[in-house]
Structure formats: C-alpha cells, structure tokens
C-alpha cells in the first residue's frame, strides 16, 4: 500500500479553501493547512483529524511562513507532495484610487506568496523526484474586472510562474497548473455585488459557478490521475467568453 498523500492548502481558514480541506481530508489526504487565523470552522476539522492534519499559522507573505509549512510537509510523511496555493487578498478600487501601498500588499499574497511557496515546496518535491501544484487564479486575470486592477494583474502573474516552474522542474516529476474559476459565492466571490455577478454571468453558457464543482477539480489536480495536466490553465466559469451578450 502506497503512503499517504500529503495536501498543503494556504488560506484554509474558510471559504474555498476551507472546503478544499474538507474535501482532501474526507479523502484520507495528510493535510498541511496555513492561514493567519483559525476560524471555529476550522477548529472543528483541525480536532476531528488531529492526527492527519497540521495547521501552520502566518502571512503567506512572509517567507518565513512558506519555510514552515515545507518543514511540516516534508515531516508529514513519504508520500506524495501536493500545494494548492489558495490564499488571496482583494482589496478593490479603481485605477487612479489604488495606492502603492494597497497594490503591493495585493501583489504580496496573492503573487509573491504563491511564489515564495514555491520556492520552499520545491526541495522537498526535488527529493521525492514527484510534486504537484494548482494555483488558484481567477476569471479576473484573463478578463479583467473593473475595480481590481493589484488582484486582477497578480492572478494574472500566476500563469507565467505556472509555467516557468513546470519547465524548470519538469526533469524531477514536478506539475503545475492554474485553475481560474469564475465568481464563486464563498470568499472572495462572494463579496462581488448581486448586479455585477448577474452581469458577469449573463455572459455564460452555464450561467451557475459552483464551489463544489471547483474543489473537485482542484481536488483532483492533487493526484498522479491529474499528471498528464501540467504547464496549463484551467478556466472554470462555465465559458463565460461564448455567452450571450
């Protein structure tokens, strides 16, 4: 019998990656979790599945966060390494409003955090010669959305790490791709305006994003069945490009 999967999911502490820790932990995954707080919900799956799952507290943005969680992940086990790099940070407003400030703290999580774990992930996944990692995107880094131009411009940053990192490492059995789901209603999606979510949507061919649909798919980037997906982006927003107008 093959040894446990071990799972890193950042942003854990509710919304889809919540659900993706759920989801992985049902499965019988070892879990890596990392968020800056501990919700009650979260609580309640770290104390059902103590002995599966370790919580690392901290700042994606930090690197010595991402340091912690490849130290936990490398203890949890011989198994598989998977990253689902989840966390994210909207802070929206227009163009001319957006400070320096505000634009970097966006780019901070969403982009160099996804990138500093990366950086730590890799060696542990160079030593098993085998790795995986999905990097949550968005609709907003291909379409753009009015009123988020840090997020919208660091999502879009992930697809050039996804592909540089699946050319670098691909002689050590490391994959990556980036999954862009549509307007979710939980997390950050989930704060987006019922007007502009109806408009959104009406450009869709399957005008109904569903969270469960988007932990699947990531779910299943997570294992060896995903391997022949590598250096790619999935969009998952029911083809919002081929709706009416």
Known sequence: MSAARTVVITGAS?????????WCADRGDRLVLNSRTVSSELAALLERD???ICHVAGDIAAEETSQRIAQAAGAAGSGDLAVISNAGLSDDSLTVST???RWNRTLAVNLTGAFLLTKHMLRPMMRRRYGRFAYVGSIAATHGNPGQVAYSASKAGLHGLTMTVAQEYARYGVRTVTVEPGPLPVGIGSRMGAQGRAKLLAHSLQPHVETESTVAVLGFLTTRQADYL??????LNGGIRYGAT
Do not use: M, Q
Not at 14 to 22: I, K, N, S, T
Not at 230 to 235: K, M, R, S
């Open 14 to 22: 509710g919304g889809l990656g919540l659900e993706l820790a759920r």
């Open 99 to 101: 400070s320096a400030e």
């Open 50 to 52: 103590r002995d599966r």
């Open 230 to 235: 590598n250096a790619t982006t999935i969009e």
